[in-house]
């Protein structure tokens, strides 16, 4: 595998499928604990609401994604692994 230089296109690092689900039921639990629209939600996260909503329902979900969307409820991985 050659190395990456400046201005190459990667590829999102699809998020683990098993893991997809569980997160997207708990950004759902968390939007709704802060009675937010999933158009606010998706403002706080970044991203349209069209997206948001996919994300909800675990479809497109990469791990760039789950940052982001972590970083919009001013959560981190850690609020993600305690919840198991």
């Known amino acids: 595998m050659s190395e990456l230089k400046p201005g ?3 590829r999102p690092v699809p998020f683990p499928y098993e893991h997809m689900h569980r997160f997207s039921a708990l950004v759902k639990q ?3 604990e802060r009675s937010w629209t999933q158009a606010q939600a998706a403002s706080a996260c970044g991203y349209s609401t069209q997206y948001y909503a996919l ?3 675990g479809i497109n979900m990469s791990i760039e994604t789950a940052r982001k969307v972590l970083n919009g409820y001013g959560k981190s991985l850690a609020d993600v692994t305690e919840a198991e």
């Open 30 to 32: 968390w939007r709704k």
């Open 8 to 10: 190459d296109r990667v």
């Open 55 to 57: 994300i909800e329902n």
